[in-house]
């Protein structure tokens, strides 16, 4: 079945670095965009990053820029985020998400994009 | 683009008919999704382009808005659909979610 499975969570001091993956198994990873989201505890959701299904095109929340990368690596069926300079406030559930378009190329199967499955999350504590 | 939610939380029943809302800081079409979130949990997608049911989810759900106002409907609440309830928006390449709405039991 379609799953996403994270995996580099950790307790780590302030000003420390981490990577967090996600394995993908279930559906051709290569054709689908894939995003990192993060909770807080007892926090709502806050979107991290996201890259394009070939890598090319990648974005990222303001809390963030310059201090995390989204990459990819589809011969694998991995998503990875590297994680550097970490704060108090990085600390959260981060969970991996798959969107629901699918592209070959420049050929998109919707306009539309939302996030369909998402992993079971791992703890980053800093 | 900012999401507001209009209630942080609600209390309803068994049977009732909910409503929550969301808006968007502009004009978004109709890219906007929904998530139910049960606590310990990763979110699940209920409703993707503002009124389209996501495979699998029942059909007391439903979406409808479009532009800067939204609204997730549940016809007849559940026990099962006591949840925190998030919006978020896809118009953007820098998505953004509401704050959430909880729904627990009156």
């Known amino acids: 079945q379609v799953q996403l499975v994270e995996s580099g969570g950790d307790v780590v001091q302030p000003g420390r670095s981490l990577r967090l993956s996600c394995a993908a198994s279930?559906?051709?990873?290569?054709?689908?965009?894939m995003h990192w989201v993060r909770q807080a505890p007892g926090k709502g959701l806050e979107w991290v990053a996201g890259?394009?299904?070939?890598?090319?095109?990648?974005n990222y929340a303001d809390s963030v820029k310059g201090r995390f990368t989204i990459s990819r690596d589809d011969s694998k069926s991995t998503l990875h985020l590297q994680m550097i300079s970490l704060r108090a406030e990085d600390t959260a559930v981060y969970y991996c998400t798959k969107t629901t378009r699918s592209c070959r190329g420049s050929s998109c199967s919707s306009a539309f994009d939302a996030f369909d499955i998402w992993g079971q999350g791992t703890m980053v504590s800093v | 683009i900012q999401m507001t939610q209009s209630s942080s939380s609600l209390s309803a029943s068994v049977g009732d008919r909910v409503t929550i809302t969301c808006r968007a800081s502009?004009?978004?079409?109709?890219?906007l999704n929904w998530y139910q979130q049960k606590p310990g949990t990763a979110p699940k997608l209920l409703i993707y382009?503002?009124?389209e049911l996501h495979s699998g989810v029942p059909s007391r759900f439903s979406g409808t808005g479009s532009g800067t106002d939204f609204t997730l409907t549940i016809s007849s609440l559940q026990p099962e659909d006591f949840a925190t309830y998030f919006c978020?928006?896809?118009?953007?390449?820098?998505?953004?979610f509401g704050p959430g709405t909880k729904v627990d039991i009156k």
């Open positions: 382009a503002a009124s």
């Open positions: 978020q928006q896809s118009y953007s390449s820098l998505v953004t």
């Open positions: 279930g559906f051709t990873f290569s054709y689908y965009g």
């Open positions: 502009q004009n978004i079409r109709n890219y």
């Open positions: 890259i394009s299904h070939d890598g090319n095109f990648k």
